[in-house]
């Protein structure tokens, strides 16, 4: 196997699959990338059988072609320190033994079988559809702060995605929630798509946010029962599903919340995170002391100190209640407008909370002791 790639592509390639491979891995072959310069491409793969990503790089120049599996953490290393825009030549010289040069710089790398890497099946398009990037990345990112670390709980380990129907339209509708707040958002789809409702595990929403970062187009998403797959161009990425039903949710949103509270974003958002800065401790709740259009928020911990701002907004009523300020600033962090509306009932009750320029998204969040 002989071929020439351009140093950022195949840089830009080995950092996504720097992501899906464990840095630990009990089995020497899943440390290292499958690398096959064939059909006038290099594909690149990588996996934690979990998790399956692969992309395609045709700006190549293959002189004979090949395959092998080397370390990715290695190689990437060494890519990554070449000059941008550099070639860089390969030549699998033995069955064990790749040697890369660019410049005046060469190496020579460890390599295991292509045979010994597993194999996955990635040409499946069972319910297949397609979704504008954007709308899938901020489906993800309005709901994946709420995804749960409780590892005993492992149905709350991902975001349930699923089909919703109001209005006579159809939407795919994004939930997360670890017990104490949650985050719904929903995209418009076609009628005649076909979707089973699925939760996708952490790992593989950071990998596809990374991913959709950095793309602009079309994503084609095709899901089995156990496992889904999303085509962005010449990049696939596969994944094992989250096996558990999820929670009813629709019964822990709050259906009788009157007590409408407005707030601008910035300045909320910037006061929370100053006054909660008094407090290390995680579990003291920021308290909202609330009367007619004044709001006080305070902070009091017996061991740092104590802290408190004041903010103008747009509320009629009394009204004492505690909230996590990780979990406030969280929700503020990812609106995209200029106003926070909280929707609220009693000291104890949970909070609704809306976004005025985006109707497709709420959160929920439960209230603690101040």
């Known amino acids: 196997m002989k071929f020439s790639v351009n140093q950022k592509d195949l840089q830009n ?39 399956v990503f692969i992309q395609n790089i045709s700006n190549i120049e293959i002189l004979e072609e090949g395959e092998t ?37 060469s190496f020579n790398l460890n390599c295991l079988k292509a045979s010994e890497f597993p194999i996955t099946e990635e040409n499946f ?22 995804v749960s670390n409780d590892e005993t709980r492992h149905y709350l380990s991902g975001i349930f995605l699923h089909l919703t129907d109001s209005e006579e339209k159809k939407f795919l509708t994004a939930v997360a929630t670890d017990s104490h707040r949650m985050a719904i958002s929903k995209t418009l789809v076609s009628d005649d798509i076909m979707f089973e409702p699925i939760i996708l595990p952490k790992k593989t929403i950071h990998q596809l946010c990374s991913l959709l970062d950095d793309y602009d187009g079309d994503v084609k998403i095709s899901n089995l029962k156990s496992k889904i797959k999303f085509e962005l161009d010449d990049t696939i990425l596969m994944s094992k599903l989250i096996d558990g039903k999820f929670p009813n949710y629709f019964q822990v949103i709050p259906k009788d919340n009157q007590k409408k509270l407005e707030i601008d974003l910035n300045p909320f958002l910037t006061s929370v995170d100053r006054v909660a800065s008094v407090s290390l401790d995680k579990k003291d709740g920021l308290r909202m002391n609330l009367q007619k259009n004044n709001l006080n928020i305070s902070v009091n911990n017996s061991n ?16 004492d ?22 929707y609220l009932k009693e000291t104890g009750s949970p909070a609704l909370i809306k976004d005025p320029s985006d109707f497709d998204s709420i959160y929920v969040i439960m209230p603690m002791k101040g």
């Open 69 to 105: 599996t080397t370390s990715c953490s290695i190689m990437y290393d060494i890519v990554r320190k070449f000059n941008n825009e550099k070639k860089i030549n390969f030549n699998l010289v033995s069955e064990n033994k790749i040697n890369l040069e660019s410049d005046k710089s």
């Open 321 to 342: 209640i505690s909230f996590n300020p990780r979990y406030l600033i969280d929700v503020a962090s990812s609106m995209d407008g200029n106003k926070i509306e909280f």
């Open 125 to 146: 398009k069972e319910n297949e559809f397609s979704l504008n990037s954007k709308k899938l990345l901020k489906l993800l990112n309005k709901c994946k702060f709420s």
């Open 13 to 51: 390639s080995l950092n996504y699959c720097q992501g899906v491979i464990e840095k630990r891995s009990t089995l020497p072959i899943l440390s290292n990338v499958l690398v096959e310069a064939k059909d006038k491409k290099l594909k690149i793969t990588a996996t934690d059988l979990d998790i």
């Open 304 to 319: 740092s100190g104590d802290g408190k701002e004041t903010l103008s907004v747009k509320f009629d009523h009394d009204l």
